[in-house]
Nanobody, 114 residues
Framework: QVQLVESGGGLVQPGGSLRLSCTASGSIFTFNRMGWYRQAPGKERELVATITTGGTTNYADSVKGRFAISRVNARNTVYLQMNNLKPEDTAVYYC????????WGRGTQVTVSS
């Protein structure tokens, strides 16, 4: 129903920055929530940040003050600006779309290492 295309992952040194983007296409309900989750090796998938079409945001405590989520509704695109990255931020980051149904992107790898 909704397809999600992610971009922006990569390798960065501790303290560096990356920006992820995700664009949704397909049958998009006007009022929705988009966001990012991540999964590190051997761990469960966890919330990073979400944002509604109205601009309400929610962040995991571990990323507050370092990450910022934003969106352009006209483009059905959500962004995640990640600053002051730490090795523990290393994970596959998945875009998520939620309305009356839910969709996931394929994921993009973020590696924080010196």
């Amino acid at each position: 129903q909704v397809q999600l295309v992610e971009s922006g992952g990569g390798l960065v040194q501790p303290g560096g920055s990356l920006r992820l983007s995700c664009t949704a296409s397909g049958s998009i309900f006007t009022f929705n929530r988009m966001g990012w989750y991540r999964q590190a090796p051997g761990k469960e998938r966890e919330l990073v940040a979400t944002i509604t079409t109205g601009g309400t945001t929610n962040y995991a405590d571990s990323v507050k003050g370092r990450f910022a989520i934003s969106r352009v509704n006209a483009r059905n695109t959500v962004y995640l600006q990640m600053n002051n990255l730490k090795p523990e931020d290393t994970a596959v980051y998945y875009c998520n779309f939620y309305a009356t149904y839910e969709s996931w992107g394929r994921g993009t790898q973020v590696t924080v290492s010196s």
